[in-house]
């Protein structure tokens, strides 16, 4: 049996099997693109609440995992070399799924790099500006007389939809005919945007066709179905 004695977030949340990967998460969008990472790729885990409503990110046990004290994390019994692994960060964390299980990258190098690089423009792009239009959108920011803040990220994130858009023009995936870590990271980001954050009419979203398309296909899928309500949330 895997000794994690050594990663504090065990103590918290307590692993009922070692020997399996201990996700820490929610199912926010970046949440989301572990658990249904793990559900693609069969690999067996335990899924771990990390409550925002009790403020369980901000305490010294997870921070011991992610210093940044953002989900998701995972600890990984069974790391390089065999030796246990904490990764927090949700990009690394696909990555580094995707070369462990040889899953969802291509195994051509020029294809890898372009599978990253979309990775990449959704984790510095894409999903930054998708949650800031949320909040101008949907929470606080809703009450400001002043909507250039709003209306920056309203132009910005169409202008991210329609890069989208051309990407998946004659596509099925973004990168072609093969569904990858890069449509993993983003398909719970879309989501959000037209869902929770209720930007959908804001954002024109109904003008971009194919990423309509392409968001229907991802949902259709078993796995992402089921990853996106995983760890099940508190119900208090």
Do not use: C
């Given at each position: 049996m895997a000794d994690l004695s050594g990663f504090p977030v065990t103590r918290k949340w307590p692993a009922a099997n070692p020997d399996v990967l201990q996700y820490y998460g929610l199912p926010t969008p970046n949440g989301v693109k572990v658990s249904i990472m793990l559900e693609e790729t069969g690999l067996p885990y335990e899924a771990h609440l990390v409550d925002f409503a009790r403020d369980d990110q901000k305490s010294p046990e997870f921070v011991s995992l992610n210093p940044n004290g953002k989900i998701p994390a995972i600890v990984d019994p069974n790391g390089p070399d065999g030796k246990p692994i904490g990764l927090f960060e949700?990009?690394?964390?696909?990555?580094?799924?995707?070369?462990?299980?040889?899953?969802?990258?291509?195994?051509?190098?020029?294809?890898?790099?372009?599978?990253i690089a979309w990775l990449m423009w959704q984790m510095g792009g894409l999903g930054p500006m998708f949650g800031q239009l949320g909040f101008f959108n949907k929470f606080a920011g809703r009450?400001?007389?002043?909507?250039?803040?709003?209306?920056?990220?309203?132009?910005?994130?169409?202008?991210?939809?329609?890069?989208?858009?051309?990407?998946?023009?004659?596509?099925?995936?973004?990168?072609?005919?093969?569904?990858?870590?890069?449509?993993i990271g983003t398909l719970g980001w879309v989501r959000n945007l037209i869902g929770f954050y209720?930007?959908?009419?804001?954002?024109?979203?109904?003008?971009?066709?194919?990423v309509a398309a392409w968001l229907d296909r991802g949902l259709a899928r078993p796995a992402v179905a089921k990853g996106l309500t995983i760890p099940a949330r508190s119900a208090n």
């Amino acid at each position: 049996m895997a000794d994690l004695s050594g990663f504090p977030v065990t103590r918290k949340w307590p692993a009922a099997n070692p020997d399996v990967l201990q996700y820490y998460g929610l199912p926010t969008p970046n949440g989301v693109k572990v658990s249904i990472m793990l559900e693609e790729t069969g690999l067996p885990y335990e899924a771990h609440l990390v409550d925002f409503a009790r403020d369980d990110q901000k305490s010294p046990e997870f921070v011991s995992l992610n210093p940044n004290g953002k989900i998701p994390a995972i600890v990984d019994p069974n790391g390089p070399d065999g030796k246990p692994i904490g990764l927090f960060e949700s990009g690394a964390i696909l990555l580094y799924l995707a070369d462990k299980t040889g899953k969802f990258i291509p195994a051509d190098p020029a294809a890898r790099w372009e599978t990253i690089a979309w990775l990449m423009w959704q984790m510095g792009g894409l999903g930054p500006m998708f949650g800031q239009l949320g909040f101008f959108n949907k929470f606080a920011g809703r009450d400001w007389e002043d909507k250039r803040p709003r209306d920056r990220y309203v132009d910005e994130s169409k202008r991210l939809l329609g890069v989208l858009d051309a990407r998946l023009a004659g596509r099925e995936w973004i990168m072609g005919d093969d569904y990858t870590i890069a449509d993993i990271g983003t398909l719970g980001w879309v989501r959000n945007l037209i869902g929770f954050y209720e930007a959908r009419e804001i954002v024109g979203f109904d003008d971009f066709a194919n990423v309509a398309a392409w968001l229907d296909r991802g949902l259709a899928r078993p796995a992402v179905a089921k990853g996106l309500t995983i760890p099940a949330r508190s119900a208090n």
